[in-house]
Every structure is written in structure tokens, then in C-alpha cells.
């Protein structure tokens, strides 16, 4: 039989092979392969037209968007049509109960994701890499993992967002970020592991992964039916355009791999390698283990779907009366001539406008009433008798200035070290710093060994404290320094009573106002008072007197001072007359001051209050400028009436041309400028924001043109909730469809 078999081999081997290549030329290989009895050629669904979908075809498709490994043709189908828009959303909201089991089992495993650690440098992880490059997908990772209900749509929106990210940010992109960020640590040893995990969030790499292969079942079925209805409608792709864009998607790739030599948009379509295009096509369709036909069938499928979305989000009509109408309400405009205070006089508190009564009594003249602001400054003379605290005087000094701290720096650290181990210096230091008691210190030696014992930040300390005694002992140094300094003028501004120092560096003004009119050259040479800043000051000049002004003297808190001297006055005279029963306790005795500082400041302000005239918008804070504003409204209603107001004060009413619209009205809304014509006054009015105004209408109009950005925003809202209104629509067709797939068995 050996012998036999031996002899006819060849023979043998040929006719075997003639057998065997017929078969599979005349049955084909999917035939051989997929026996008729398969499960895989029975009906899935009929879609819309009626036409059946066998579960082969589903399959295919889900294969096809689920992105199985190597799939070039696919550009996104549902990330880009369903994910990135709002068409997600809305297939989630309509079917998340058929989702419920598969994500909550994600659910669970994703709370209890933890990303990538380095073992040896806990700062040197997947999180903190994604907050420089990535935030978008730390912060989504968060959302996600601190969700309670997976089939909530925020959850399933952050799910998407986080899906997209990662794309953006793949995993080989996070480990070579960490491999890289690890050199900069050269204690750090690398993480062998690294380089064959993986680092994948949740350990997912596909949409099924994901969302669940019902997610990825139902956006096929959506497109099966879409297809359909889109025929129906009388929607035709040729096999030749799909062919064509097929080829079209793979030289986009090709040109996405060149990039780096050659941006895309440089070489034409015609200029690619054609060859390179149909080998990778082959390749990428025996990779999918797809025919082309099929391939074919399933891209015409998507194309169908799209064009009917796009047109149906393009047939999106608005009507351009309606939007001109509502633009041209909402860009009506005024402009109007506004009289206002500055904005430092829109008082918010109680006590800012008694400070600003208790100024005006101090640095002004009395006025012909008790209703109006006075408007004249008292001299000079006459307020520094009443309050002396408001006059400031002009000092002009030559000046040079030097900070130790540069000294500081020239004492190398060999120079400190060796300061700080003598018997004398380190007694101060032990004093100073307690840490260097424990130990033994007997020698230099043992000394600097505790000195290396402290923290960095103490020895820091240690080492600057040494270097500054070094300085010290050198005073020599510090007047060559100054006497190389270049002196230079500089003007100051003194008040009186010298409890306010405008100089850096110095805190008590009045000692050294007193070594300049002695006029000591010895010590104003190299003066200091701090023993940080020293200063050469070679000639002084005194100026003129002027007042403060209210915003210098409330900020430096001259007017708090003032305002609580007059109240503990007021509140002595109240004592002396022995009246009023809300200041004593129930044992008849008189209160502290502080514990009854309100009630004896509405007592003294109560004749004032009572002689103003309020508004119960306005209020008291507001309440002392309104006949201040009657008077400048009659003056500027007066025909014959020239803006020549030369007053330099700093309440002076400002006159500001505004325009007001309705999108953006300010303090003042459009509709109040309705009674007014072009020409005429408001009534004197008060907003919270500018205080007190009124106001001269001169123009009114409104922009009755249609702006294109803004009708193509309301185009693209408009046609993206038509396209989520036709997807439920398109859902509630497919009910039986629906029924179908939920009877399905997903195969393994």
C-alpha cells in the first residue's frame, strides 16, 4: 500500500488539489465556511421597507462601528453622528432601559478604577499627567466615578466626554509622558511594569467595551432603518460613490501618516500612490475578514443615514420676520447725557456717608441750609485749627536708599558657617533656636553636625540670621554702600499729626521729621530704623500745606478717627445732660462707649437726618446729594446755562454721554426712557450701583437688521433639536424593530 501510495503521489496530490480549488470556486469560501444551517443567515429584524436583516449583517455592522482593531473605512460613525451630538442624548434617553443591566455592571468596576501610581514617586502618576496634558479627562473621570445612577443622562454625557478624551489622550501617549517625566527624577527608579501594562482606562478598547454592545446594536439598527426610510424617500448612493469614498477614506489616512512631511492639503488626491491606496484596502478588508461586496453594502448603509440627518437638520426653517422682529426689540438703543457722582460717592454703608458729614463739616463752609452740600473749602488756616489730622505738608528730600539684604549676599556661606560655631555666636543661636540644645557641642565639629540635623528651612534661617549679624558688625560697609548710592529727589506728603508714615521702611515719621528741622548731617548720613533699610538723606525742603482729600483721608482712616472723637463727644455731652434711658443698664449706671456707639450715632446724626429730604429708594446714604442734584438739573435745564463749572471737588457732579441698549441697560432700563422726547430731563432717580442721577434723552432708535451670525446660530440650535425630534420619531417607527432585537441572543 506504501509502495502504491509512493508510486502515484503526484497524481494523488494533483487530483486532490483540482477537487479541492473547484469546490471553492464553485461554492465560494463563505459557503464552506458558514454551513446553510447557520444561525448567522437567519432574520434579525425587518427594517422599515420590509427588507430583511439577517443576523449576518447586524453583526457586521456592529463589528463595523464598534471599531474591531484594524478598520480604516470607519471615520467615526458613532463618534462622530451620535456622541459628539446631541443625537447620543437622545438615543440613550429613549432606550437606556435595554442599557441598564450592561452599564451598571461598567458602573461598578469603573468606581473602583484606579489609575496608574508610579510604585517609587506617588507624585508621578496617570492623574497628574492628565491634569497638565489631559483635563478634560481627569475631570470627566471624576464625574464619572463619583456618579451614583449609571442611567442617569450626566452620567452617560460624562461617559461620552471621557470616550472622546481618551482619544484624544491615548494610553501610548500617557506611557510615554510617564516614561519621560520619569527621567527628570534621577533617584527614580523606572517602573518595569510600564512597559506592559495597560493603561487603558477601565482596561476598555472598543466602543462595546464602553457602552455596552446593546449601545453599539441599537446605533446599527438606527442606521439600518435610516437607510431604509432614506430610500423610501427616494435617497440613492451608487456603488460606485461608495466605492469611492471608501478609497477616499483610505488615502486620508495614508496623508494623516505622512503628515510630518507633508501637511494634508498639499498633494492632490491624484498624487497619491495608487497602489499603496489598493494594497492597503486589501489589506484592511482581509483584516476584517470582509468581502467587498459586504463592505460595500454596510458603507452605503452609513452614507444613506447621513445625508437623510444632514437634510433633515438643513430643512430646519425659521422664519426671518419673526427673528428681525425679535432682534431689532432686543438691539434697540438710547443715548442719553447722564449726570452722576463718581463712583466713590455711591455709598453702600451707614458710616461712609457720616464720615463723608463728618468731612464736609471739617473741610468746608457752612452752607446757606441744612439741606444742601456745601460747596466752598474752608482755608487751610481754618481747618488746621478745627482738624489738623486733614492738613498734610509737603516735604522734599534727596534721597538714597539701600536694603542690607545686598549686603547680606556678598558673606559667602563658608563665611557664616564659620560665624555661626563660635563659643559667643552659637550661645546666641542655642538662645534663638532651641532645636540646637539637644546634642552635644562641645567642639566646632559637633556643632556643625547639629546644624546639619536641622530642616532646610531652619538652616536657611540660621545661615540668613548669621549673615545678617555679620553685616552688622561691619558698619563700614553699609556707608560705603550708601555713599555710592545715587540720591535722588523724592516728594512726600506728611500730615500734622506725623501718625502716618509714607516712607517704606519707616514707622515713625515724627523721629525723623525731628532730624530734619535739627537738621542733624551725622545721622540723617545713615539712618535707619529697622536695621534693614538705611538711608542717606543730604537736603530737605519744606512745601505748602494742602488738604487731604475725602478717598485719602477715609482710606488712611483719618474720618474713623474724627467720626468716633465727635460721637465720644456727643456722647459726654448726652451724660452731662443726663438723658436717655438706652444708655444706662438696669442698674442706672452709664454704658461703655463702645456698647452704645450706634444709639448715640442716630442721636447725633437725627437733626440732620430730619432736615434732608428722602426718597424711599434713596434712603440717608443717599438722601444729602439730592438737593445738591436739584439745583445742578435746574442749572443745566436753563437754555442759557454753559458748562464752565471750573470746582475742583471731588464731589462734583460728572456729565458722561451713555448709550443704553436692552441686551445690556446698565443701571438704567430702556422701557424708563419711554415717557421722555428727544431733548427732555428725567426725574432726579437712584440705582444701587451709581447712586443718585438724572439724565437728558437725545437719540432713540433700534437696528432693524438681521444678523447672519446670530440666524445661523438659531439655524443650528434649531436644526439640532429637528434632528433629535425626527430620531425619536424614527425609534417609535421601529417599535417592532425593538421587539426583535430584544428577542435576540447575542451570540458569544
Not at 510600564?194 to 446594536?217: A, C, K
Not at 443715548?335 to 452722576?340: G, K, P, R
Not at 437725545?698 to 440666524?711: A, C, H, M, Q, S
Request: aromatic share 12%; glycine share 4%.
Amino acid at each position: 500500500m506504501l509502495h502504491f501510495f509512493r508510486k502515484y503521489q503526484k497524481i494523488l496530490f494533483l487530483f486532490t488539489t483540482v477537487i479541492i480549488v473547484t469546490s471553492f470556486v464553485f461554492f465560494g469560501t463563505f459557503q464552506v465556511l458558514i454551513p446553510t444551517h447557520s444561525p448567522m443567515k437567519e432574520t434579525a429584524f425587518a427594517d422599515l421597507s420590509g427588507k430583511k436583516i439577517s443576523r449576518l449583517e447586524l453583526e457586521q455592522m456592529i463589528y463595523f462601528l464598534a471599531d474591531g482593531g484594524q478598520n480604516l473605512f470607519n471615520d467615526g460613525v458613532i463618534e462622530e453622528d451620535f456622541l459628539k451630538r446631541e443625537l447620543g442624548d437622545t438615543l440613550f434617553t429613549y432606550c437606556k432601559e435595554r442599557f441598564s443591566s450592561e452599564l451598571a455592571l461598567r458602573h461598578l468596576r469603573e468606581k473602583n478604577y484606579a489609575p496608574y501610581v508610579h510604585p517609587n514617586l506617588p507624585t508621578l502618576s496617570a492623574k497628574n499627567i492628565w491634569g497638565i496634558l489631559a483635563p478634560a479627562l481627569k475631570e470627566n473621570l471624576a464625574k464619572l466615578q463619583q456618579a451614583t445612577d449609571p442611567l442617569s443622562l450626566e452620567v452617560f454625557r460624562a461617559r461620552s466626554a471621557l470616550y472622546l478624551a481618551e482619544k484624544e489622550f491615548p494610553p501610548n501617549m500617557l506611557k510615554q509622558s510617564i516614561f519621560y517625566k520619569s527621567r527628570d527624577y534621577e533617584d527614580c527608579p523606572p517602573d518595569l511594569r510600564l512597559y506592559r501594562s495597560d493603561l487603558s482606562l477601565f482596561g476598555y478598547h472598543n466602543l462595546t467595551d464602553w457602552f455596552g454592545r446593546e449601545f453599539v446594536q441599537m446605533a446599527a439598527a438606527v442606521i439600518f432603518n435610516a437607510a431604509a426610510f432614506a430610500e423610501k424617500c427616494g435617497y440613492r448612493v451608487s456603488t460606485d460613490e461608495v466605492e469611492a469614498d471608501l478609497l477616499f477614506r483610505i488615502a486620508k489616512h495614508d496623508e494623516m501618516q505622512k503628515r510630518g512631511k507633508a501637511p494634508w492639503g498639499e498633494a492632490s488626491y491624484g498624487a497619491l500612490n495608487q497602489k499603496n491606496i489598493q494594497e492597503q484596502y486589501r489589506d484592511t478588508l482581509q483584516k476584517m475578514q470582509m468581502s467587498e461586496p459586504e463592505l460595500v453594502r454596510l458603507w452605503q448603509k452609513v452614507l444613506l443615514f447621513r445625508r437623510l440627518f444632514e437634510d433633515v437638520e438643513a430643512a430646519a426653517w425659521i422664519d426671518t420676520h419673526a427673528m428681525r422682529e425679535f432682534f431689532s426689540y432686543a438691539r434697540e438703543y438710547a443715548t442719553i447725557e447722564l449726570y452722576q457722582l463718581p463712583s466713590a460717592f455711591c455709598f453702600s454703608t451707614e458710616t461712609q456717608w457720616q464720615e463723608f458729614a463728618t468731612y464736609l463739616d471739617y473741610a468746608c463752609l457752612p452752607s446757606n441750609s441744612s439741606k444742601e452740600i456745601p460747596e466752598t473749602l474752608a482755608t487751610i488756616q481754618e481747618i488746621e485749627a478745627k482738624a489738623p489730622e486733614l492738613i498734610k505738608e509737603k516735604l522734599t528730600l534727596m534721597m538714597a536708599t539701600f536694603d542690607k539684604k545686598e549686603l547680606e549676599a556678598r558673606v559667602g556661606i563658608k563665611d557664616a558657617w564659620d560665624w555661626e560655631v563660635e563659643n559667643g555666636n552659637w550661645e546666641i543661636l542655642k538662645n534663638r533656636y532651641p532645636l540646637l540644645s539637644d546634642g552635644v557641642d562641645g567642639t566646632k565639629s559637633e556643632r556643625h553636625a547639629l546644624l546639619d540635623l536641622l530642616d532646610e528651612k531652619t538652616r536657611a534661617s540660621v545661615d540668613a540670621y548669621a549673615r545678617g549679624q555679620i553685616v552688622d558688625a561691619h558698619p563700614e560697609w553699609i556707608k560705603e554702600a550708601l555713599e555710592k548710592a545715587e540720591s535722588v529727589k523724592r516728594i512726600f506728603y506728611l500730615r500734622l499729626d506725623h501718625t502716618h508714615s509714607p516712607i517704606d521702611g519707616i514707622d515713625d515719621i515724627g523721629a525723623l521729621y525731628t532730624l530734619l528741622e535739627k537738621n542733624d548731617p551725622l545721622h540723617l548720613a545713615c539712618y535707619t530704623q529697622n536695621k534693614n533699610t538705611y538711608f542717606k538723606i543730604s537736603f530737605s525742603e519744606k512745601g505748602e500745606k494742602s488738604l487731604l482729600s475725602f478717598l485719602e483721608a477715609s482710606k488712611e482712616g483719618v474720618l474713623s478717627q474724627l467720626l468716633e472723637k465727635r460721637l465720644r463727644s456727643h456722647y459726654l455731652e448726652i451724660r452731662e445732660i443726663g438723658g436717655g434711658y438706652d444708655f444706662k443698664n438696669h442698674e442706672g449706671i452709664w454704658k461703655a462707649f463702645q456698647d452704645v456707639k450706634k444709639q448715640v450715632s442716630s442721636d447725633f446724626f437725627a437733626p440732620l437726618e430730619r432736615a434732608l429730604v428722602k426718597s424711599p429708594e434713596m434712603g440717608i446714604r443717599q438722601a444729602l446729594f439730592f438737593p445738591y442734584f436739584e439745583q445742578k438739573k435746574l442749572k443745566v435745564q436753563n437754555p442759557d446755562y454753559q458748562e464752565s463749572d471750573q470746582s475742583n471737588l471731588e464731589w462734583k457732579i460728572e456729565k458722561k454721554i451713555v448709550t443704553l441698549t436692552r441686551s445690556n441697560p446698565g443701571a438704567i432700563p430702556l422701557d424708563d426712557l419711554n415717557a421722555l422726547k428727544i431733548g427732555e430731563f428725567s426725574d432726579i432717580g437712584f440705582s444701587s450701583t451709581i447712586g443718585p442721577y438724572f439724565y437728558r434723552l437725545i437719540e432713540r432708535n433700534k437696528d432693524v437688521t438681521l444678523p447672519l451670525e446670530n440666524y445661523l446660530q438659531a439655524k443650528g440650535i434649531l436644526g439640532k433639536e429637528t434632528k433629535c425630534h425626527f430620531l425619536t420619531y424614527l425609534l417609535k417607527e421601529m417599535s417592532g424593530v425593538l421587539d426583535a432585537l430584544s428577542k435576540e441572543t447575542s451570540p458569544n
